[in-house]
């Protein structure tokens, strides 16, 4: 994955409320926690990873939110 498609994801989380950390490119501990907390907000099982569907970000919605995929 692009360091430009992982500061979307690291975006993303902040605007939600989540805390990423730098908005770096890197999927480092603070993104990774961030994403994890997102997914159980979101109702997923605490084993749940984040996984990026896509190196190629296809926006959804207004808010223009990159796709994930989750392994529940």
Same mark, same amino acid.
């Given at each position: ?6 500061? =979307? ?10 805390? *990423? ?5 890197? @999927?480092?501990? /603070? ?8 997914? =159980? ?10 996984? *990026? ?5 296809? @926006?959804?919605? /207004? ?10």
């Amino acid at each position: 994955m692009t360091k430009a498609a992982i500061s =979307l994801i690291q975006t993303g989380l902040r605007d939600l409320g989540y805390s *990423p950390g730098a908005i770096d490119g890197l @999927y480092g501990a /603070k993104t990774a926690a961030a994403a994890h907390s997102w997914l =159980l907000a979101r109702g997923a099982a605490s084993t749940s990873v984040l996984r *990026p569907s896509t190196s190629t970000l296809i @926006y959804q919605g /207004k808010a223009r939110y990159p796709p994930v995929e989750y392994d529940a």
